[in-house]
């Protein structure tokens, strides 16, 4: 199948910021999307080659397309350096050290795999952490005045299990192995309260 200069297949990636199940906005009254973020790691010289010649191919598209003949001098792109800082000027998290960090998403829900091409329709097997190859096409943007390159989303085929991110624990981590050793305390029953016969004053049940 030939494809597009705008569309790569990546190598195997980690997945962070999962929404492939179901749309998510990141802001209020944004049209709620289906995306991934992809962590790439930097040794996958190959997969960073494939996206430099697709955002190029984009960017060139956009110039005779969606910018009228007119390129922006830097026309801002949606892949960034894990080890530098976002574009908000915070550092990207831990899971970013040395990989290439970009964010793809799509109005329409996209298929996922595995690794045999068999739809996976547990949203327990699709997860943040997991790894994966993933299908991006880049695109040329003029909205509101901005002028940039974005990323679509296309299908993902889950490559293998990893560690969970965004602070999942587990059981044992929370309750540690002795676990089913604790004995419950008896259940709290309640006394009678006890009132002072006026005539007696001996201390008597109430009535």
Known sequence: MSRKATEV???EVRISYEHLLKPYAQQQNAEPKYSVTLLIP??????????DAAVQAAIAEGASGKWNGVRPPQ???PVHDGDGLRPSGEAFGEE????????ASSKQPQ?????????IISATE??????ARVFINFFAYNSNGKKGIGAGLGPVQKTRDGEPLGGKVSASDVFGETAGQYQPQPA?????QYRI??????PVLPY
């Open 188 to 192: 709290y029953t309640p006394q009678p």
């Open 197 to 202: 016969d006026p005539i007696t004053g001996q």
């Open 96 to 103: 970013c050290r040395g990989c290439w960090v970009m964010t």
């Open 42 to 51: 930097k040794s996958d010289i190959a997969t960073k080659q494939r996206i």
């Open 111 to 119: 298929e996922i795999v595995d690794v045999s091409g068999n739809p």
């Open 75 to 77: 026309p801002p792109i």
């Open 126 to 131: 699709v997860y943040s952490g997991m790894f």
């Open 9 to 11: 297949v990546t190598g």
